[in-house]
């Protein structure tokens, strides 16, 4: 029954994974040529779903690796948001640079909010941050000077021609979300990444290994906080125009979870997968309008509990397929 | 003097509204993001069966029994199946089923906010003094919530049943191993919190209008009555809405934008300065 | 005569971990049978696969000739076998009173009741009112045992009834084991005190890595025999 193996490898990359990579390189690479030859509705819809995805892969970041739900995280999505626009159309900051600004405000803010959402846990703590996303949406409604409660535009893009400030927008998006996976991407592979997995596997017995359960928590809250204001950034960048609502909507959250449950959660190509099945689905069905919000609902419920992996973590199951291998597996010799 | 009274009043409300939120975290750890909607869901029920004809207070009793059945085929055939160490199965099932009901009652009811027309009560009042007068509704609606709180704080120390409920969120494994059903209990706790529900929204149409999209404003009301209170006391659920009801009240006085905004400070400023919240039971 | 319980070639998985290979077990009416083993050599999984709180195969386990491998816990205990699980594990928000009501759920008749048990263990008519886990680890236990004894069964499975305690307080409540037994109950007790499970037992089962080492008659077994096959060696 037992043998022993002579010796082992451990191994981390695929031969598969090595070719898909090297195609999403070539992918990226002819994606970045799209403003010279593409129309520009497509560079329009690129930047949403670039906005979609990185605050998908980063609500997985915080769910999947970090075990903690939040359906509050739309509160960074319009700071970063309100934080571009602010520094674009009262202290002149090129819009493009206020976009990685913005994300930078939302995190370093997300750690003094994290000292009142950490007091929580679970279900309550979800509820929580929406509480909180909640106030920072009032708050804002509050102060005149970005509009209050009808919101503004972004006036500092005005001078530039159209064209160039669309192949702009769709660049820097382009450059967001290669940035993003790449942070993503590198973190799980670290020892931070292994230590992540631990956490959510078993808290206790993590500390008891000697793991900063907190202060890998909150550097975990704090990526997925700066993500979100960067996705909130670039949005509203995209969009030209912001109001409380729109920034601090719920909806944000909402489709996070339904990217993620869809694509499948704890992975990073899930919420690619999630990302793009979401946009095809809006440009099919959002004409049903409340239909097409019932059938997404339901198919989130039934996904959750009667194909919990996923669309991605299906195929890894069913075929093996890693796109993005942050796993070390073991091959006996 | 007048707005604090007002605040009570209201935090009997909102007592209603907590109360089945904390049945239903306090018996098995089921946290329902859509819990407000539901609420609203026995709104429209009530409105539906006024419009079919009965008086409203008939529809609110016709309405009970539905919520009962409705909640105990929910927990029985899906959020049972969504229970576990991992919160995220029954976040995303209760957050799918809050957009559902939004969506339909916005299908069936169009979003214009409508009211349970009483005939005049819901605007009656006691004159306690020339200056002070009092609605006769939020008393009897603080008249409930005191009568609920009560009878749940009884059923769970002094019966069966609550013994079972108790017994059941210590440790499911045991309980299952005395005989117990636990599927079939935790079906039963989340139906007598529907009830609940389908009270409190049908109270919340008599008093005020009512529209589709209202119900997560209500969930992060009875959410933060539920934390602020302390959890595992139903007194202490209908004490932290009190609470809330005071703060929105004296909030709505100095300014109507920042009732509701006051209400979530106060909240977040008792979660940072006593988490446990200002009655709690502490549980094993 | 017939086995009142049995189980043949019983295997059992904790996930993909499996714990126990292939146990022939049997039991007798009116028989005290123990099962002694190290850590981790599937005693508690034993049990636990016999009230059905580890899904085992439906025939593997005959309760008088019907199968109930895989049956839900409930089932099992209204045909009447109960156990006082590992480590006590009474109810903390429940009194001890109310501890020992919900043994009373599977609502079988029999000679057990609150009366009976406050007889036995006069101290916990005393501290009838008190939070089950405020009493001591032996009053503890005290009240599992009585929790299960409300359900009257006619098996009584013991799962490290002495984990814990002191040996004068695990004298005090095996001394109760005969009053327990004299009306014609069958009780299998896991222990990890040899000797006393070689005391009150007739016959003995040691289990070594989920398998049966040795079984006999408690008082024929040497003690060589059975350190031999506690250890494996």
């Known amino acids: 029954m037992h043998t022993t193996p002579s010796s082992y490898t451990v191994v981390r990359g695929t031969r598969g994974s090595m070719a898909l990579l090297a195609f999403a390189v070539l992918l990226v690479a002819f994606a970045a040529s799209l403003p010279f030859w593409g129309e520009s509705s497509w560079m329009r819809e690129f930047v949403e779903i670039a906005c979609y995805f990185i605050f998908a892969m980063m609500w997985n970041l915080m769910a999947g690796y970090g075990g903690m739900v939040s359906i509050g995280q739309q509160a960074f999505f319009g700071l970063g948001g309100y934080v571009m626009l602010s520094l674009g159309n009262f202290w002149g900051v090129n819009p493009f640079v206020a976009i990685v600004l913005g994300a930078l405000v939302a995190g370093l803010i997300s750690i003094p909010v994290s000292w009142v959402a950490f007091r929580l846990q679970g279900g309550y703590f979800a509820i929580g941050t929406w509480v909180i996303a909640e106030v920072a949406r009032l708050s804002i409604a509050n102060v005149s000077a970005v509009g209050g409660g009808s919101g503004t535009t972004l006036t500092a893009l005005r001078g530039i021609e159209k064209a160039t400030r669309e192949s702009v927008t769709y660049w820097m998006a382009l450059a967001c979300v290669v940035a993003s996976i790449t942070l993503v991407y590198g973190f799980l592979r670290s020892k931070q990444g292994l230590a992540l997995l631990a956490i959510r596997d078993n808290e206790v017995a993590a500390r008891s290994q000697g793991i900063a359960v907190g202060r890998m928590k909150l550097a975990v809250y704090a990526v997925a906080a700066f993500g979100a204001g960067l996705a909130g950034a670039l949005y509203f960048v995209g969009n030209l125009r912001i109001s409380p609502d729109a920034a601090f909507s719920v909806n944000w959250s909402a489709f996070a979870i339904f990217m993620v449950v869809i694509g499948g959660i704890g992975r990073i190509e899930g919420p690619l997968v999630g990302a793009l099945v979401f946009w095809a689905m809006n440009k099919f069905f959002s004409d049903y309008g409340t239909w097409y919000l019932i059938g997404l609902g339901l198919l989130a419920i039934v996904m959750t509990i009667y194909f919990k992996q996923g669309l991605w973590g299906f195929v890894q199951q069913r075929w093996g397929w890693t796109l993005f291998p942050t796993a070390r597996r073991l091959h006996l010799k | ?284 | 005569m017939a086995a009142v319980l049995q189980t043949q070639q019983l295997k059992a998985f904790y996930g993909d971990a499996q714990a126990i290979f292939g146990i022939d077990f049997e039991l007798h009416a009116g028989e005290l049978v123990a099962i002694i083993g190290a850590n981790g050599a599937g005693k508690s999984t034993f049990l636990k696969c016999l009230t059905g709180l580890v899904k085992a195969d439906g025939p593997s386990i005959t309760w008088k000739g019907q199968a109930i491998g895989g049956m839900a816990p409930g089932h099992i205990v209204r045909q009447g076998l109960a156990m006082v699980p590992e480590g006590r594990r009474l109810f903390p928000s429940l009194s001890v009173e109310e501890n020992l009501l919900m043994g009373a759920c599977a609502q079988r008749k029999g000679p057990w009741s609150l009366q009976r048990l406050y007889q036995m263990f006069p101290i916990l008519q005393e501290k009838r009112h008190a939070p089950g886990t405020s009493l001591s680890g032996g009053q503890q236990q005290m009240v599992a045992l009585g929790r299960a004894l409300m359900s009257n069964p006619e098996v009584l499975l013991c799962d490290e009834l002495s984990l814990g305690l002191a040996p004068i307080v695990i004298r005090e409540i095996y001394n109760a084991m005969p009053a327990i037994t004299a009306e014609g109950m069958t009780v299998v007790i896991v222990e990890q005190d040899v000797s006393m499970a070689r005391r009150v037992s007739q016959r003995l089962y040691c289990f070594q890595e989920g398998l049966v080492s040795l079984q006999g008659s408690s008082g024929d077994l040497t003690r060589e025999q059975i350190s031999q096959a506690y250890f494996g060696v």
């Open chain 2, 1 to 284: 003097m007048e707005t604090i009274i007002q605040g009570v009043l209201l935090g009997g409300l909102y007592g209603l509204f907590a109360l089945g939120l904390s049945l239903m975290f306090g018996v098995m750890r089921l946290t329902n993001t859509a819990h407000g909607d539901f609420i609203i869901l026995g709104s429209f029920s009530t409105l539906t069966l006024v419009g079919l004809g009965l008086s409203p207070w008939l529809a609110m009793l016709v309405t009970l029994p539905l919520a009962w059945l409705l909640g105990y085929a929910l927990q029985r055939y899906v959020l049972n199946g969504t229970l576990g160490k991992d919160p995220l199965p029954s976040l995303v099932v209760t957050f799918g089923m809050s957009i559902v009901v939004q969506n339909l009652l916005l299908e069936l009811f169009s979003a214009d906010p409508r009211s349970i027309d009483t005939g005049g009560f819901s605007t009656q009042g006691i004159a306690f003094s020339p200056e002070l007068s009092v609605g006769v509704l939020p008393v009897v609606i603080l008249a409930l919530a005191l009568t609920v709180t009560a009878g749940l704080q009884w059923m769970f120390k002094s019966t069966a049943l609550g013994r079972t409920f108790r017994a059941v969120s210590d440790d499911r494994e045991i309980a299952e191993l005395m005989g117990l059903n636990a599927r079939k209990v935790y079906a039963l706790a989340t139906a007598l919190a529907f009830v609940l529900v389908g009270m409190a929204g049908s109270l919340q149409g008599v008093r005020t209008t009512v529209s589709p999209a209202d119900g997560p404003a209500l969930l992060l009301f009875a959410f933060e009555a539920v934390i602020m209170g302390g959890m595992g006391s139903f007194w202490g659920t209908l004490a932290g809405a009190m609470l809330l009801g005071l703060t929105q009240q004296v909030g709505f006085r100095l300014d109507p934008g920042w009732g509701i905004w006051g209400g979530h400070l106060m909240f977040l400023f008792v979660l940072v300065l006593r988490p446990q919240g200002l009655f709690p039971k502490t549980r094993g």
